[in-house]
């Protein structure tokens, strides 16, 4: 019995071994490694025969070479004229190299969210590896966030991007995580880091991650997982997102890519109902964006996993995803109180003159799916 244990250990050792050789090959020559992966994990598991509903499926044609080819997705909604507010308000950000949006004027003083700048839990430090800082071209665009949990701390480097940005790097996608870390991506932050045991052995995806991914680069180094996803709609935050994982020990394969929710045609059937935990902050800024993130996580989302999905009220948007997810299926609970850290912090800023409550505070929406219909021969 000894010997057989011994034996099933190196097994187990010399997988995960691999694993992490398969991780550094593919981030030094930018290789996917998701089929192999996904070998690794399936092998010696019974695979669960579920049918895929017609509405989930993407549309498929074979030509003669008998390859699988997607079928071309719809144009995207023009930009809603409030929307158009907010762009203007985001390049005046970018251009002036400023977190804070307060303007005199009407039009940006309604559309203008930013006075609140954060819960103060996560730090903002210098880069402290002055080797790896010497052998980059702007030592001054890396940073070390901290996060303190209890008495243990959780930090990641990250680089920020220049802030002389193009007009179509502004107009391409939803560039609002180009800016900074925003308070509901600090609260799932925090979040994730007060049980990192959840999502040990899971695969990861984070949707809208911006700049930073933070949420799933923090999962990546701490809580060994077994691989993580970080995405973004615009080509900008992922090829930032590329430089800050390639500058951080993490514990998993760890790939970036761009998503863009609406680009159905893009999406690989491989990759239907793969992940275990889906992680998005303060993706509900847009209306336009609404039903095809809701499609997005329920297409990538497993039926035994959970997507966390943080962001404040503001408004009717929160209840207003909470609707579409209700439509779409989901089972959606929502959760004020999911965090005493983040909670004291709250309650400890209720009446001073820039906390709103209605577009400060992240509530947390916990989606999962149904049980998936049983198929019988």
């Known amino acids: 019995m000894a010997t057989k244990t011994l034996v099933q250990n190196n097994r187990t050792t010399s997988s995960a071994e691999s694993i992490q050789q398969l991780s550094s090959i593919s981030l030094m020559l930018e290789y996917d490694i998701d089929n192999t992966l996904n070998t690794i994990k399936e092998n010696g598991h019974l695979m669960k025969e579920i049918k895929i509903p017609r509405d989930c499926r993407p549309k498929l044609e074979i030509n003669n070479n008998e390859k699988l080819m997607m079928s071309q997705s719809p144009p995207s909604p023009a930009l809603s004229t409030n929307a158009r507010k907010r762009w203007k308000i985001l390049a005046k950000v970018l251009r002036k190299d400023s977190e804070e949006t ?25 880069f402290e590896d002055h080797i790896a800082l010497n052998c980059l071209g702007k030592p001054d665009n890396w940073y070390k966030y901290k996060v303190l949990i209890g008495p243990i701390e959780h930090s990641v480097n990250i680089h920020h991007i220049d802030r002389h940005l193009t007009a179509n790097d502004l107009m391409g996608f939803n560039n609002t995580g180009n800016i900074c870390v925003w308070p509901s991506e600090e609260a799932l932050t925090v979040f994730v880091l007060s049980d990192l045991d959840n999502y040990r ?10 700049m930073t991914c933070l949420t799933g680069l923090m999962l990546s180094k701490y809580s060994k997982p077994f691989a993580v996803h970080l995405t973004d709609g615009n080509d900008v935050s992922v090829d930032n997102v590329r430089k800050t994982v390639c500058l951080n ?11 863009k929710w609406e680009d159905t045609a893009a999406r690989s059937i491989n990759e239907f109902e793969k992940f275990d935990c889906i992680l998005s902050a303060d993706c509900l800024f847009f209306d336009e964006a609404r039903s095809a993130l809701v499609d997005t996580i329920w297409f990538y989302l497993s039926r035994e996993g959970e997507a966390l999905v943080m962001a404040p009220q503001r408004g009717k948007t929160l209840t207003l995803f909470v609707e579409e ?51 019988y021969d």
């Open 249 to 259: 020990e993490l514990s998993c394969y760890t790939k970036c890519s761009v998503l």
């Open 201 to 210: 052995g899971k695969w990861i995806l984070e949707l809208g991650g911006g």
């Open 102 to 126: 307060v303007s005199s004027e009407d039009e940006e003083r309604t559309a203008s969210v930013r006075r609140f700048k954060s819960f103060d839990l996560l730090k903002q430090d210098s």
């Open 325 to 375: 997810c209700l439509r779409k299926g989901f089972n959606c609970d929502v959760v004020h109180r999911y965090n005493e850290i983040i909670w004291q912090r709250h309650l400890e800023l209720q009446g001073t003159e820039l906390y709103d409550e209605n577009i400060h505070y992240p509530v947390l929406m916990k989606l999962t799916k149904p049980p998936a219909p049983i198929v």
